[in-house]
């Protein structure tokens, strides 16, 4: 049998832990990590929003140069001299191709 050690419980015996009533400073820590905590979150809901509506754009744009690449209209392209250059029709079909793989994210 356990003989009873200074407090007057046995060895083998749990101990069962009384919740001591938490100090101001224990409050304000807690209170402290909650507010990280929370201002945290929200951060990473405000960057999900601005990726979801960056993301949103950019399907838009995708979109719309795909209609014009589609339209068969005559698109001019601007070169770092200035000078305006018109694409070709294999050029035309390779921008096309290229749209559609990138379009495929945006789930359309």
């Not at 100090?23 to 990590?33: N, P, Q, R, V």
């Amino acid at each position: 049998m356990d003989s009873p050690n200074a407090s007057g419980t046995a060895d083998g015996d749990t101990q069962k832990t009384v919740k001591q009533p938490e100090s101001a400073a224990d409050k304000e820590l807690a209170y402290k990590k909650r507010r990280e905590e929370t201002a945290a979150a929200e951060r990473k809901s405000e960057e999900q929003a601005k990726s979801a509506a960056s993301k949103a754009d950019n399907c838009r744009r995708m979109r719309e140069y795909k209609q014009s690449l589609d339209s068969g209209q005559r698109i001019a392209l601007t070169d770092a001299n200035g000078n305006r250059s018109f694409l070709t029709d294999d050029k035309r079909a390779q921008e096309a191709s290229t749209i559609t793989q990138n379009m495929s994210d945006c789930g359309n």
